[in-house]
């Protein structure tokens, strides 16, 4: 494998030592999230095999290689979304500079930055979950995919795609906030009810108590 190759070579032939190899594992990560290849092993040895040949720019995946495509432009999608969210590991707060590299990091548009810190009001220290949310609306305004999305990418195979009752209400309730044309008597009406069927339920929601409230 062209890594293997990499890691092997004489000192003298390396590309970077192998102290550099964090570094270059990141920004292999970076990439491939990126181009979101559909077959990720023959897009990785492409990718390996460019870096050991001195390439300085990643394989494209099939879909970019083929010419009747236009031109994709980066944008938001739940994977990156998903990466974004993984990166900040459980913090609660997030200086917004750090959003804003992380956010350049993986190719997202500055504009859809821009459009997410005006619609929060953030100013630089960002609620993340808030953030979070926006980032949830801007996949899909509609409120009730928005909060699916969220399921989506905050629930694991291990609680069976299910979420704190106490995260969905704080997520569902800000964008109901944001959205503003839902009655507040309603929001607590439907958050009451799902409260109500999780409570024998460690507490957990999954998307269809939320869907058939």
Known sequence: MPLKRLLTMPSSQKISPLTQLPDILKQYTKDCIRAQPPDIIHWSTEYFTNMLNGGLHPPKSKEENSSSLPPCKPTLTPGLLRALHAQVNGRLIIQAKEVEQKW????????????????????????????????????????????????????SREDGGRIPYTTFRFLYSYLAMIDGEIHRSQIEKMLNNIERQVAENDGLVKVSDFTNC
């Open 104 to 155: 350049n990091d993986l190719g997202l548009p500055a504009d859809t930055l821009r459009r997410i810190m005006t619609v929060g009001a953030f100013g630089v220290e960002i609620e993340w979950m808030k953030f979070f949310a926006l980032c949830c609306s801007t996949l899909d305004p509609n409120i009730t995919n928005a909060m699916k999305y969220a399921f989506e990418i905050l629930s």
